[in-house]
């Protein structure tokens, strides 16, 4: 089936810094990738669509500034959060959705566990 | 605005019946997914409504009505590990932006 992939799976850092999470599409093209965070016992909260080729579009209340996205290639989408401060731990996942699949259901990665100390 | 509401928590026994409800209220519908979330993992698909009435695929099945903005999640034969989250979304656009409740904890006792 469909996999998507996140890079690092796991990663803690200083406040202040910047981190890059990568997100691929294993084996499929996607145009199409979507960046949500998920806070402990609460649901995924969609933060930006990435589009490749062209801008992403981010959900009311998001900071473009702060959560950078660049959707490089057909298979790879980053984001980036930048200056993280310890309100941005949080696990933040993508997921494409296959563009053969009539229904096109959203194939989640393994998620991206942002710890800022 | 967009609304998901689902029971946040469930308690049930093996080899039993459950279900899950959700009710919704978005601006604009173009489908409703239910997703199985272990602890820990990324959500996994379950099922996929579009149509009014019930898709069943093996112990799990899945209703929709969508004038009511309604549906559930039936889970038989219940086993420990579906002991998991589990979510209702909706796809509002044909771009495939969804938006999630806030999930319902299942849990399986022996």
């Known amino acids: 089936g469909a996999v998507v992939s996140q890079h690092p799976s796991r990663v803690i850092c200083k406040s202040g810094t910047s981190v890059k999470i990568e997100c691929r599409s294993l084996d499929f093209q996607a145009t199409t990738m979507f960046w949500y965070r998920q806070f402990p016992k609460q649901s995924l909260m969609l933060m930006a669509t990435?589009?490749?080729?062209?801008?992403?579009?981010?959900e009311q209340g998001v900071e473009k500034d702060k959560f950078l996205i660049n959707h490089a290639s057909l298979t790879l989408s980053t984001l980036t959060v930048t200056s993280a401060h310890p309100e941005d731990s949080s696990l933040y996942i993508c997921s494409a959705p296959l563009p053969s699949d009539m229904k096109e259901t959203q194939y989640f990665g393994p998620g991206t566990r942002l710890l800022v100390l | 605005g967009q609304n998901i509401d689902q029971p946040t928590e469930m308690t049930a026994t093996e080899g039993a019946i459950v279900q899950i409800n959700c009710t919704y209220q978005?601006?604009?519908?173009?489908?409703l997914f239910w997703y199985q979330q272990h602890a820990g993992e990324a959500p996994t698909f379950l099922s996929y409504?579009?149509?009014?009435g019930l898709e069943e695929k093996g112990r799990f099945s899945s209703f929709l009505s969508r004038s009511k903005g309604y549906s559930y999640l039936l889970l038989k034969e219940l086993q420990m590990k579906d002991s998991a989250s589990y979510l209702c979304a909706v796809r509002r656009t044909n771009a495939g932006k969804s938006t999630f409740g806030d999930g319902t904890t299942l849990t399986v006792k022996p």
């Open positions: 990435s589009n490749e080729g062209s801008k992403a579009t981010y």
């Open positions: 978005t601006s604009g519908f173009n489908g």
């Open positions: 409504n579009v149509l009014d």
